[in-house]
């Protein structure tokens, strides 16, 4: 599958948001994935962008699961994705962190920008953007309705996905407390042999049901 960039669109609001972001609608019906590149620029001009974070599991439009490097994500498209996001945070004249989110159709390989925050507060963060092991998930539970409340988010790192995956679910299990509703969901979709496979978004909904 080769990379192909379609018309780029991207805005230079900042955020200090941290994480899985929760302000966008999921992901379309059909193969569109939701992807990251974070991209970290030094006060003396080096830029470094971090693999691509995959925003795999939705629930109402909310990402609870976060994941990278993304199940099988060719590596051309992305280098493309990469190559993207250092353009958009120069362009931007970005200094810290950003992200740059991307819609990718993942038959196609056609994506596009669809949104590019930057954090100029950011001081002096480690610009090593690559996840802290083999693979990583952030997992985010929402402490119950009242979305008021703080969530509980989870970063659960592990040699290769299968190790991460294990963990992801055994941290849920031991979880203190009632299990929420996001909870049950989470443990039945990490667990499912479709996300084990490498399925996410829409994809990953239509397989599971």
């Not at 960039?5 to 899985?20: F, H, L, N, W």
């Not at 299968?162 to 909870?183: H, T, V």
Request: net charge positive; charged share 25%.
């Amino acid at each position: 599958m080769g990379a192909k960039v379609s018309t780029v669109m991207s805005s230079g609001g900042a955020t200090s948001r941290r994480g899985p972001p929760t302000d966008y609608a999921g992901p379309a019906a059909g193969r569109e994935r939701r992807l990251d590149i974070h991209v970290f620029i030094s006060e003396s001009g080096r830029l470094s962008t971090g693999r691509a974070w995959e925003r795999c599991v939705w629930r109402e439009a909310r990402v609870l699961v976060a994941e990278c490097p993304a199940p099988h994500l060719p590596v051309s498209v992305e280098n493309a994705l990469r190559t993207v996001a250092a353009d958009v945070a120069r362009d931007h004249g970005w200094q810290g962190m950003g992200t740059v989110a991307f819609a990718l159709d993942d038959r196609s390989g056609v994506f596009r920008v669809i949104s590019a925050e930057a954090q100029p507060h950011s001081g002096a963060a480690v610009a090593d953007c690559e996840p802290v092991a083999g693979h990583a998930l952030e997992v985010r539970i929402d402490g119950c309705v009242d979305r008021r409340l703080p969530c509980t988010r989870l970063l659960v790192c592990g040699a290769t996905r299968g190790e991460a995956l294990r963990r992801a679910y055994r941290a849920l299990s031991e979880m203190p407390g009632p299990a929420g509703i996001d909870r049950a969901f989470l443990m039945n979709r990490i667990a499912s042999r479709a996300f084990c496979s490498g399925l996410t978004g829409a994809r990953l909904d239509q397989a599971v049901g």
